[in-house]
């Protein structure tokens, strides 16, 4: 496979490194988390095939996969680092809502400490992520990876917005319960369920750049973010 990076293609929520995306295949690709590393130039790299399919279904797979990256050790260099925590967060999502969607309440949230901070894949939505003829699953990319709060990548993959895009339709409520219960670090459960609000206002901003840029399809996504809010208590 020969990936080549389009200069636009950089969004103010997840980013276009290639350099990083080079570093992440080095090393989680002999330990079969990413494809490994052939080749890289100048705005492209190139990696091995990964045969199978794109994930539909059994979430707790998914949860499974995301905590052993979760629990692996992180590259010395070349990954950036996320400011964890409510405080840093809600400042995010006002400065990210505040150029699409200024008249959208940032949501309060109780206080949450940022975390230990670990390997993050970044941008862990359902057509990054390959189920494998053998059953297993990878990451693929890799292209916006980083150090911080793995709770960062419950909240793509749980994203209602981006499982609409990916997948054709959001989690079920059992899919979602059943994917949280299997993974297997309860503080991170619990500091993702207590910054939804948060993720998803983050996400609505994100999904509302992409539609000023005509993106298809991410107006609507938005809004399942947007309905998100309003059903978590704040």
Request: proline share 10%; aromatic share 8%; charged share 20%.
């Amino acid at each position: 496979m020969v990936k080549a990076y389009a200069p636009d293609a950089e969004s103010p929520l997840f980013p276009n490194d290639p350099d990083a995306e080079a570093r992440a295949l080095m090393h989680f690709g002999p330990v079969g988390l990413a494809p490994c590393l052939s080749a890289r130039g100048d705005g492209w790299v190139a990696y091995d095939h990964i045969p199978g399919q794109c994930w539909q279904s059994v979430p707790e797979d998914v949860a499974r996969l995301l905590a052993r990256l979760h629990q692996s050790k992180a590259p010395a260099e070349g990954f950036r680092h996320l400011a964890g925590g409510s405080v840093a967060l809600h400042a995010q999502v006002a400065r990210l809502a505040g150029i699409v969607c200024p008249d959208v309440p940032v949501p309060k949230v109780a206080f949450v400490a940022p975390a230990m901070a670990c390997p993050l894949h970044g941008d862990a939505v359902p057509g990054n992520i390959i189920r494998k003829p053998d059953g297993g699953l990878c990451l693929i990319d890799w292209q916006c990876p980083a150090i911080g709060d793995p709770a960062e990548d419950l909240a793509v993959f749980l994203s209602p917005a981006m499982q609409r895009i990916y997948r054709g339709a959001p989690l079920s409520v059992a899919e979602v319960d059943a994917f949280l219960k299997a993974y297997p670090d309860l503080a991170t459960v619990e500091r993702y369920l207590a910054l939804k609000p948060l993720f998803h206002l983050r996400m609505a901003a994100h999904c509302l750049w992409r539609a000023a840029r005509g993106a298809q399809g991410y107006a609507e996504a938005a809004w399942l973010e947007l309905s998100q809010i309003e059903a978590v208590p704040h």
